[in-house]
Every structure is written in structure tokens, then in C-alpha cells.
């Protein structure tokens, strides 16, 4: 026996119109969980469910606009708000990956609870899936990571949880998402703290005069952004001309490490991103993908070269365990 | 056939609930402290891995002692459900000299139902810090790793099992038939 998508689409959509009374939001990223989550709870809500989208400054290149396209085709009643400055400043001077996760997640409810308020609703649905409450930890079980839609929740959340696909795990949320039509469902897991996550140390989008003398460097989640942009677009090409099988999830780190490099014959002190590529099935463990070198080359080339600040690329080759698939 | 899955806090603990569920039987996770009654019903128990650190916190374990002494049907205790079998009935488990994290190579040595139909020697994913360091009475061990000189081990007379590594990860080679090969032991004693 397997995963049988047809008989959990019948008993999760029974499951959530018996859990949701009144009106629901559902806090959707745009990911394959989320997604995937909305289509099932629209089927058994209809007009009564609102998904609602935040862009927090935290996602990755034109991921704004794909999410809106997602869920309009999927005619799914949605909302999407912008809110980065609101998760910026939260984030000012802190470095702490658990901080950074738990502020992350704080804000999210807060946004949640205040548009449940406006939309009338009284349940949150959530795509939760198991390896989400496995990291999170509780009672006996150790935390390894803070997941925001988790421990991120607040003890005294007026809203009701409903989460449907709480215990499965990504290769199943991609059986369901495939027989439910979600054009998202081959897209790689991408974590809900988005791109604070993917740089270690402080997130703050203003530090200046790394690079180059006189020249000012982006801002660190925008260096990144950029970064992982040629990461995806690099080993996509690569798997689409069959180099390579598309890894479970790729792409970039910024390090909080400087090191020396020399550019047109001056020194320069710039940054270091790491390139992380996995191989899974289920998240809970992975092996880091055997890229192709002449891939990891170009990799190389494109980010020292077309992302301002950037001397040096590192490859990760940790499998999961020792380290986690995210750095922080 | 009905196997339940006791929960002693592992990161995998619900992978394993998953491998029962796709090999068709009926299975549940239970809380570690579920007393023993609870169980009647029962034909196999499975003793997951976990955070708890046997030689340093056993009063984590719950009632895992009481399911290896009262319950009849066999037992596979994982990672740390191994090392408490073996601490429980009289053998030792100590920090491992080198704890064993992500991929690694078991040799069996003595064959045994549990590894029927399997190579000799196959690839699994490890995560501990502490080790089997002295075997129970009635005990053989079956399976060796470069680092870990008891990655499996088996009562002689009652079906009694315990494996260091993590059959239920999808990374380990023949993890299903590792299970498989467990519930052909608990459909012959039922």
C-alpha cells in the first residue's frame, strides 16, 4: 500500500467542513503545503474561506506576483498583503536563528488574527505537515527548529487550528497536489521564515560599504535573493538538459563571514555565500546533491561576478543528519 | 494485524508509524507513559527512538520497561528503545566512543529472521550519541558497524529485538523489509 490521494481528498474535506463552523482564512505562502491545503479547504468552504498571502519582504525573486497567479487560476478567494517594512523592523539586531523564527512567526499571527477579524472568521487552517511538528519539538520530543506555523503560535490564539495535512509528509503533500490539479506541486520547499532564514546573522536590509571602496553593497536579504536566483536558474537549466536530476531543494546562504579576494588587482574584503543543494523524499533526511563541477563553476562565476559584494562561493556536502537541510 | 508505534520522542518516530501504515497494518502512535492494559489488543510493539538519553535520563523512558517485562508479542526496540532493551534487562548502554550521525555501513554477522532476504552488508542512516556497551543475558548480537559493535541484537528464546540504526528513514537500503520481516514475526506468534 501507498498513498491514496483520492480517498484523503474525500476524508480531509469532510474532516474541515466538520471542523470549520463559520468562515476560515488560511495563511498561504504559495508553496506547495499551503497551496495545496487552500485547494482542499476552498472545496470544502467555498466562499467562506479567505487565503491570505503576506509578503514580508523575506520571499524570493517575483515570488509575489507567481503566488497571486497561482491562486487565481486555482480560483481560490484570496488576499495578498505587503508588509515588509512591519518584518524588517521586527527583525532589527537580531541574529538568533530561534528569535528570528519565533518574531517571524509572531508577526504572521498577528497579520492572521487582525484579517480573520476583518474576513469574520473564526478557524485558521494551516498546511502543516509532519516533519512541522516532528522539528518543532514538545514534551518529550526535542527542538530542532522552530517551524513559525508551530511554535510560533501564540498560547492564547483566539483562532481555531485546522490542519488537514498535519500528518503526511512533502512527497505525499505532492500526490495530493497533483490530484488536485495545483500547478505548484513539483516547486521546492521554501521555508515560511523565507529568506531571514538564509542569512546567518542579523537580516538587516541596510548594511553599506562592504564591496569595492566608494561602492555600496544591497542590502544582505537582496544580495541573497540574487544569489539563489542564479543558484535555481543554473541547476534548472543543468536538469533540463538532463545533466543532472532536480534536486529536493537548491540554493543560497549568505555567510557572516568576510574573506579576502582581489578584483581588477584590488584587494577586496566581500562576502561568502554557500550553495546548498539536497537530495530527499520526505525532508527527515537528505544527502547533499553530486552537482556536476562544471555547474558548480558557473554557479561560481555568475554570483562573484553579477552579485555586488560577493568574492566567494562554498558548497555545502553535509547530509541531513549531522546538519539540517536550512542553516538556521 | 495490529502494531503500535510507543513514542519515546524521536525525530523519526512518526516515519515509523508511516512504513507499519504503507505495509497495510493497523497501527497507532502511543504515549510512552500508556499503561501496559492498553495494550491487549496488540500484536507487535515497535520502541521508537528518542531524545531521552537512557544512561543519563531512564525516567524518560516512561513505561518502556513494562512493555519489554508484560507484553507477550515481540518487540523491535530503535535507537533508543535498543538501548534501553539491553540497559532494562541487565546489559549496559554508555556514550558511544564515536557517535554515529548520518550514513553508515552494518555487517551482519549472524543471520537472523530479521535481516532474511537482505545482502550481508547494506547501507543505513544512524543519529546517537550513546551505544549498546554490554549485550543482556539470553542476548547475540547480529549486526556490526565500523564504530558500533552492536547495531542489531536479538533475545535467543523470546522475540526480543534491537536495531542502532533507523530502518524507518527512507535513506536506510531494505528499511521495509526490515519491517516486513518484524511483522512476519508478529503474525507467526499471534
Not at chain 1, 537580531?94 to 519565533?102: F, L
Not at chain 1, 513559525?148 to 501564540?154: R, Y
Not at chain 2, 500508556?34 to 538519553?53: I, M, T, W
Request: charged share 25%; with cysteine.
Amino acid at each position: 500500500m501507498t498513498f491514496d490521494a483520492k480517498a484523503f481528498i474525500a476524508e480531509q474535506v469532510e474532516a474541515v467542513r466538520k471542523g470549520v463552523s463559520g468562515k476560515a482564512i488560511i495563511a498561504c505562502s504559495g508553496g506547495v503545503d499551503s497551496t495545496t491545503a487552500a485547494v482542499l479547504a476552498s472545496r470544502s468552504l467555498g466562499d467562506r474561506l479567505l487565503a491570505v498571502y503576506v509578503d514580508t519582504g523575506l520571499m524570493r525573486k517575483d515570488e509575489t506576483n507567481d503566488v497571486a497567479r497561482t491562486l487565481k487560476e486555482l480560483k481560490v478567494n484570496h488576499r495578498i498583503l505587503r508588509d515588509e517594512d512591519e518584518f524588517f523592523a521586527a527583525l532589527r539586531g537580531i541574529s538568533d536563528p530561534e528569535k528570528k523564527r519565533i518574531i517571524i512567526g509572531n508577526k504572521f499571527i498577528e497579520l492572521f488574527e487582525r484579517e480573520a477579524k476583518t474576513f469574520g472568521a473564526d478557524s485558521l487552517v494551516q498546511g502543516t505537515i509532519a516533519p512541522d511538528w516532528i522539528e518543532s519539538g514538545g514534551q518529550l520530543r526535542d527542538r530542532i527548529k522552530t517551524h513559525h506555523n508551530v511554535a510560533g503560535l501564540p498560547a492564547n490564539m483566539k483562532l481555531k487550528l485546522v490542519e488537514p495535512l498535519r500528518d503526511i509528509y512533502k512527497d505525499e503533500v505532492r500526490a495530493l497536489a497533483r490530484a488536485l490539479g495545483v500547478r505548484v506541486a513539483e516547486r521546492q520547499p521554501f521555508p515560511g521564515p523565507g529568506l531571514a532564514v538564509r542569512v546567518v546573522g542579523e537580516v538587516t536590509p541596510d548594511r553599506v560599504g562592504l564591496g569595492v571602496v566608494g561602492e555600496v553593497t544591497p542590502d544582505k536579504v537582496g544580495l541573497v535573493r540574487e544569489a539563489s536566483a542564479i543558484v535555481e536558474h543554473e541547476i534548472e537549466a543543468a536538469a533540463k538538459e538532463k545533466r543532472l536530476t532536480l534536486p529536493w531543494q537548491y540554493f543560497a546562504v549568505l555567510l557572516p563571514v568576510q574573506t579576502v579576494g582581489v578584483h581588477g588587482d584590488l584587494r577586496v574584503y566581500g562576502q561568502t555565500i554557500a550553495v546548498r543543494a539536497v537530495d530527499s523524499i520526505d525532508g527527515m533526511t537528505a544527502v547533499f546533491s553530486k552537482i556536476p563541477l562544471d555547474v558548480l563553476d558557473r554557479i561560481s562565476t555568475r554570483i562573484t561576478n553579477e552579485v555586488p559584494g560577493v568574492n566567494r562561493v562554498v558548497y555545502d556536502v553535509s547530509n541531513k543528519p549531522p546538519a539540517t537541510i536550512e542553516w538556521e | 494485524m495490529r502494531v503500535y508505534v510507543v513514542d519515546n520522542g524521536g525525530q523519526w518516530t512518526h516515519r515509523e508509524w508511516r512504513v507499519l501504515k504503507y505495509l497495510g497494518v493497523d497501527t497507532k502512535i502511543v504515549p510512552n507513559d500508556s499503561p501496559v492494559s492498553d495494550l491487549k489488543e496488540v500484536d507487535g510493539l515497535v520502541l521508537s527512538g528518542g531524545a531521552p538519553r537512557v544512561g543519563i535520563d531512564p525516567e524518560k523512558m516512561g513505561k518502556n520497561g513494562d512493555y519489554i517485562d508484560a507484553f507477550s508479542g515481540p518487540i523491535l526496540g530503535i535507537c533508543a528503545g535498543h538501548q534501553f532493551m539491553a540497559t532494562h534487562l541487565g546489559g549496559a548502554a554508555a556514550p558511544a566512543k564515536v557517535p554515529e550521525f548520518g550514513k553508515s555501513v552494518v555487517k551482519v554477522h549472524q543471520p537472523d529472521v530479521l535481516f532474511e532476504g537482505l545482502p550481508d552488508q547494506f547501507e543505513v542512516w544512524e543519529s546517537h550519541n550513546d551505544e549498546v556497551t554490554m549485550l543482556p543475558p539470553g542476548f547475540t548480537a547480529l549486526a556490526s558497524s565500523p564504530n558500533c559493535s552492536v547495531q542489531a541484537m536479538r533475545h535467543r528464546d523470546r522475540p526480543l529485538f534491537g536495531l542502532q540504526f533507523h530502518p524507518e528513514v527512507e535513506h536506510t537500503q531494505f528499511g521495509p523489509d526490515i519491517f516486513r520481516n518484524f511483522l512476519k514475526v508478529c503474525e507467526n506468534s499471534t
